[in-house]
């Protein structure tokens, strides 16, 4: 017998994956509530609207396919949409799916636990209640869980204080301030030119450089817009086809097959068009290869060198200790030209760390740099954060945390997890390291199929068996380890290992094997009868 519950399906978080979530379960009959901390919706979007927050993916490519209504009526207006413009997509989504009637906002979830008697799910929120359902789903982000950095002092700073994912709504005032930034990846290098010119002075303290991919920010006309609706559909099959979910063509060579004025023409046209297309449109081979990723990553020191007027500054900002892709690329809008204003000093904090922050500011050495304001964009912890910062717990008593922490990063795809029967993730750690919007909407439609297959066949129960989760952790590292990622990426310690978080194990944190790959692991998945899912029963359908 069923035990009756408030909801089919509770998906916690509002944001892209949370949307997706609720349109499809509603399309195949699933009362289904979405909660959300935050006062509005949005996710990442809503709770990153730091200054320069944009897009890294060009708007061609950033949004649904599912929904005819939403293409045709909903008009980009940046290649690069910043935050305002996509908070103002989701939200249009919302209203023209009709979302926001089962969406509750200002509902942070505090635990949920398994009910195995009753086959329920019991979750329960900041004011007390509990609300019951017979399927739990994350939806809460992959990089949502901020980190503030471990320095002495910084408590004690007497300046205004900002961490760049937990940016104050109304804004923050930095005209004519003396403002610092610590941090420096895709966050920080967006904050750095959109900030410099409106403050005093800006103090960038950068411990390791990042390879940032320069592009420009056109206004999309209303012929392009007009195309990519027309042509979405190949625009999105396109997307879903590629290793890293972005509309660009497969480079058909490696870097080190062509002669090396060919080679410096290809970079060249690339690093023109901007962003990502350096980084996918060029060689076939630059996450692949050590040596082609250091010739990438030679080209762009020597574009620092020419955009950078002081060689010494323009030396510090070229990563030496590894190579590109060793960390995820940002996409830059004037971050390097940045350091030829006249208010902008670089302070090179890993030869010299910063030993302290004081009440006036941040002691690096014997130098006390004062400032009013001082800005952290120091990271999260990605993937895990928010499924280990709240207890989730399964069969057992045993949390998510506890069982990760005990076997390692296990699951099935990203998606279920043994020992967590009806518990599913929206990019869950081991999915693809991609444009998210593809893998969101793919996993989304893949659960709305398998959910309604489960219904149909009496299935009370889906959960990873623990023999998938061995296979995919296996193949999570041997993919893992045919890139340079790995390599590079322990000696940048990026948050794709898990090593930008001390303490917590080097593991590959997502899937490097490629999005269509992936993909064709979760078709076979179903196309199977979902066996690797059934845990604890046998069906015959
Ligand atoms: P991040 O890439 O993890 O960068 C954190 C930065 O903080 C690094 O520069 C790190 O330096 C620095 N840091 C940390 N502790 C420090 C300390 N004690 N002293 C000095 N520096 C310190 O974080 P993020 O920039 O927030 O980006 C995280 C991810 O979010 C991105 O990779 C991307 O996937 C996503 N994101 C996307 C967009 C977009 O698409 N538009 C925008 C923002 C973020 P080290 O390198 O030396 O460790």
């Known amino acids: 017998m069923t035990t009756p519950t408030d909801y089919d399906a509770i998906v916690i978080g509002a944001g892209f994956s949370g949307l997706a979530l609720l349109h499809h379960l509603r399309e195949i009959g699933l009362s289904t509530l979405v909660v959300d901390g935050a006062d509005g919706i949005g996710g990442t979007w809503w709770i990153n609207n730091y200054p320069g927050v944009r897009t890294d993916s060009e708007f061609s490519y950033y949004s649904f396919s599912f929904s005819k209504e939403v293409r045709d009526e909903w008009t ?24 926001r009637k089962d969406i ?13 008697d009753d086959n329920v799910w019991r979750v329960t929120t900041a004011d007390g209640s509990t609300l019951t359902s017979k399927y739990l789903i994350s939806g809460m ?42 941090g420096l990846g895709a966050s920080g290098i967006q904050i750095v030119p959109t900030i410099a010119p409106e403050v005093g002075e800006l103090v960038v303290f950068q411990r390791q450089p990042n390879f940032i991919v320069e592009t420009t920010n056109e206004t999309v006309s209303p012929e392009q817009m007009q195309h990519v609706r027309q042509t979405y559909d190949e625009i999105y099959a396109r997307a879903a086809a590629h290793p890293f979910g972005v509309d660009m063509v497969h480079a058909e060579h490696g870097a080190q097959e062509v002669s090396a004025e060919e080679r410096e023409r290809i970079f060249q046209s ?19 290869n050590h040596d082609s990723s250091e010739l990438a990553s030679e080209f762009i020191r020597s574009k620092i060198r020419e955009i950078v007027s002081d060689p010494a500054t323009a030396e510090l900002l070229s990563p030496r200790d590894y190579s590109f892709n060793g960390k995820r690329i940002p996409t830059g809008h004037g971050y390097y030209a940045t ?42 912890d990605a993937m895990t954060g928010t499924l280990t910062f709240i207890d989730i717990t399964g069969r057992g008593g045993v949390t998510l945390r506890e069982k990760w922490e005990k076997e390692g990063l296990r699951s099935n795809l990203g998606i279920s997890v043994n020992g967590f029967p009806n518990f599913f993730m929206s990019l869950g750690p081991q999915t693809p390291y991609s444009n998210l919007i593809v893998p969101i909407q793919l996993g989304a439609q893949w659960l709305q199929a398998a959910l309604n297959w489960a219904q149909e066949n009496g299935v009370e129960r889906i959960e990873a068996t623990p023999e998938s989760e061995d296979w995919w952790a296996e193949e999570v590292v041997r993919a893992g380890n045919s890139t340079v990622m790995a390599s590079e990426g322990t000696k940048a310690k990026a948050w794709f290992l898990g090593l930008n978080i001390p303490g917590k194990a080097l593991e590959f944190q997502v899937y490097m094997g490629g999005g269509q790959v992936y993909q ?12 690797t899912f059934l845990a604890d029963q046998q069906v015959n359908a």
């Open 104 to 116: 509750r906002l200002n509902t942070r979830v505090e635990s949920a636990a398994y009910d195995e």
């Open 270 to 288: 690339k690093w023109n068009e901007g962003g990502f297309h350096f980084a996918n449109e060029t060689f076939n081979d630059l996450a692949t």
């Open 141 to 182: 982000g992959v990089l949502s869980q901020p980190v503030w950095p471990d320095i002495p002092g910084i408590e004690s700073f007497a300046g205004e204080k900002y961490h760049a994912a937990r940016w104050p709504r109304e804004g923050a005032d930095l005209a004519g301030k003396r403002v610092g930034i610590i």
């Open 76 to 99: 980009w207006t940046q290649r690069y949409p910043n935050g305002k413009e996509v908070l103002a997509y989701l939200n249009f989504v919302a209203d023209r799916l009709d979302l």
């Open 339 to 380: 350091f030829n204003r006249e208010n902008v000093k670089l302070v090179d904090v890993k030869t010299q760390p910063i030993t302290a922050i004081t009440p006036r500011g941040v002691q690096v050495g014997d130098t006390e740099y004062e400032l009013d304001v001082l800005i952290f964009a120091t990271g999260f």
């Open 520 to 531: 064709e692991f979760c078709r076979q998945a179903a196309e199977s009868g979902y066996q």
